[in-house]
Nanobody, 125 residues
Framework: QLQLVESGGGLVQLGGSLRLSCARS????????IGWFRQAPGKEREGISC????????FYEGSLKGRFTISKDDAKNTVYLQINSLKTEDTAVYYC??????????????????WGQGTQVTVSS
């Protein structure tokens, strides 16, 4: 089974930057996408971005593209989420997930089959 492990979270100062990692192992497919999601206390889980493993097509939810950048390193079986200009509102548990992608990807929750355990990001002011 595909396993996903997030890392890179922690306590960051307001305005700082952070790079989260999503490492995968086990069964996978070139036609899968990796998505990043987050869930703040008392709020529903929301999609941030996703990237297809085959061609590197990306998608960003809403207007997050300016501060959030998704990328991948196939040699390391890892997908990254770079977060810049961190705001207190970014405080949340960040999850990565894997699901099939035919053409491009999106962050619809129902399309993702495998999930990591999450990594906590806390932005302090």
């Amino acid at each position: 089974q595909l396993q996903l492990v997030e890392s890179g979270g922690g306590l960051v100062q307001l305005g700082g930057s952070l790079r989260l990692s999503c490492a995968r192992s086990g069964f996978t497919s070139d036609y899968y996408a990796i998505g990043w999601f987050r869930q703040a206390p008392g709020k529903e889980r929301e999609g941030i971005s996703c990237i297809t493993l085959k061609h590197g097509d990306t998608f960003y939810e809403g207007s997050l593209k300016g501060r959030f950048t998704i990328s991948k390193d196939d040699a390391k079986n890892t997908v990254y989420l770079q977060i810049n200009s961190l705001k207190t509102e970014d405080t949340a548990v960040y999850y990565c997930a894997a699901g099939p992608a035919i053409r491009g990807c999106h962050t619809g929750l129902s399309l993702y089959e495998y999930w990591g355990q999450g990594t906590q990001v806390t932005v302090s002011s």
